[in-house]
């Protein structure tokens, strides 16, 4: 028994709790997960007393609350080996990525809002996600490049890629590719991500949730042209 | 000689540059700084050069760069003691309350813009930012309480002190109280924070620049009710 407890939310909507949920079953450690459905308003919501922040994935370890997704990675990285890359540049590189995801790209978070579930046409691509994609493209090219690849910082799935995993289901979702050319990096690495057990797993999970939150539906509604559903849970 | 180049932006309004910076310092850590005022609209922007985001801070070390707040602490606890508590527990929270601060803590971030040299009545206060408040509140309160102070996570200036170094600024800069008695642990530690020593010669060094950058400048007028000009560089 590792003793880990990993709260996360909806597998749908969630990009958070996807990020150390993948790391932790793809590096294969042993974890209880449990997930805790968003509340919709006036409904009771257990998360407060879950995680200091009120908001999840938080990691319980004993008496330990880790609630943050990049502590989280950091507290595994401190116990288990392989969550980050052993060769030191490789892991700076790493960490500047995975740091820039987490205070950064903002516009493709709140447009793109994640929902493995559907497929949605943009009603408009503003600037601010067009020079988001081309940062994406370049900074994934990069890694995949200098470090040889399959993996954006070398040979194994390590925290960054993690990181950068629920930007995978955003680009499903959305139909956004980031090359011009067929069969370019970064746009290969968005389809090995998605071909990942964990990732496929992940998945087939949200496509069967029965729950939908009225926030997250509308942020989605408020940018869509069109919607596809594909979510076969009963809603 | 230690390699390290820190570059930074303007004093009074770069928060991120702060964090590093004032980490480095206090710890005694020999670098060398380069300061790369914001460019104004129309003028030659040096920073995409410097770093692969177009921001600062960046650390060059050697070939490597590092061009995130987060990710040149970590690198940094890789090579020199006292970055991060000694003890696993403090450790823990410290890296959670520093990357709550570095993805979080929206509205504080855009309504109350970092400008050290300036005193700004504002015209209005949101419900996010009383929020915002509240939090960075227990959150300071609990890690003060739980690890002895007189610091976030115990008895020495770590990488979480240096990440919440520009919210003393801010609190400073706007007025804003977050304890309700006088001397309480919160409003007691913002005061240690803007008494060390290399708070003070980046505040007094943040009054002597002469540059005003417009979008910084507009982003406080828009907020402001009135506002008091400390800064004696010439403008």
Not at 96 to 118: K, N, W
Not at 181 to 205: F, G, H
């Amino acid at each position: 028994m590792s003793g880990y407890t990993l709260y996360i939310a909806n597998r749908n909507y969630s990009s958070w709790s996807l990020r150390p949920w993948v790391l932790m079953r793809t590096l294969g450690l042993d974890f209880e997960e449990r997930l805790i459905p968003f509340a919709n308003a006036g409904e009771p919501n257990p998360l407060p007393a879950i995680s200091p922040t009120g908001r999840v994935p938080c990691l319980h370890h004993g008496e330990l609350r880790v609630w943050d997704s990049l502590a989280i990675v950091e507290y595994l990285a401190e116990r288990h080996p392989g969550v980050w890359p052993t060769d030191p540049t490789a892991r700076t590189w790493a960490r500047c990525a995975a740091a820039e995801m987490h205070s950064g790209f903002g516009t493709l978070r709140s447009v793109c809002s994640m929902t493995c579930g559907q497929r949605v046409v943009l009603r408009e691509r503003p600037a601010a996600l067009e020079t988001e994609l081309q940062r994406l493209r370049s900074l994934w090219t990069e890694g995949l490049t200098r470090f040889g690849g399959p993996f954006l910082a070398g040979a194994t799935f390590t925290a960054v890629d993690a990181f950068f995993a629920p930007v995978a289901f955003r680009l499903q979702t959305y139909g956004l590719r980031l090359d011009t050319a067929p069969d370019a990096p970064a746009d290969a690495y968005t389809a090995r991500l998605l071909a990942l057990p964990a990732m496929r797993d992940w998945y087939e999970a949200a496509l069967r949730e029965p729950w939908r939150e009225a926030s997250h539906e509308e942020d989605i509604v408020r940018v869509a042209a069109s919607i596809t559903e594909l979510r076969h849970g009963p809603p």
